[in-house]
């Protein structure tokens, strides 16, 4: 099992940028492949973005293509998110969550989840 806790959100305006952190406890993080998801009010969770266990992998949704950048440093046991080109559309929470599926960078399948970052882009 792996403990997730995101931080790096915040306020920003229209065009701005921003980096979430996503820290994860234990020691079998490597072998994890990570995703990011976010929730907008009135809407479900969403995939944003997933990363490869080792990298060298990743896959985006296609209105984030572009803007965002998935990276991780699992000597840190951390992954990340830069979101640059903020549109007011991308307010939600974001979440990291990561699983044990081997792949690329899965889309679904994921058992463990943080709790979240509130990401606020206003126009």
């Known amino acids: 099992q792996v403990q997730l806790v995101e931080s790096g959100g915040g306020l920003v305006q229209a065009g701005g940028s921003l980096r979430l952190s996503c820290a994860a406890s234990g020691r079998t993080f490597s072998r994890y492949s990570m995703g990011w998801f976010r929730q907008a009010p009135g809407k479900g969770r969403a995939f944003v973005a997933a990363?490869?266990?080792?990298?060298?992998?990743?896959d985006y949704e296609d209105s984030v293509k572009g803007r965002f950048t998935i990276s991780r440093d699992n000597a840190k046991n951390t992954v990340y998110l830069q979101m640059n080109s903020l549109k007011p559309e991308d307010t939600a929470v974001y979440l990291c969550?990561?699983?044990?599926?081997?792949?690329?960078?899965?889309?679904?399948?994921?058992?463990?989840w943080g709790q979240g970052t509130q990401v606020t882009v206003s126009s």
């Open positions: 990363i490869s266990w080792s990298g060298s992998s990743t």
């Open positions: 969550a990561a699983t044990t599926v081997l792949g690329a960078a899965p889309r679904s399948g994921y058992d463990y």
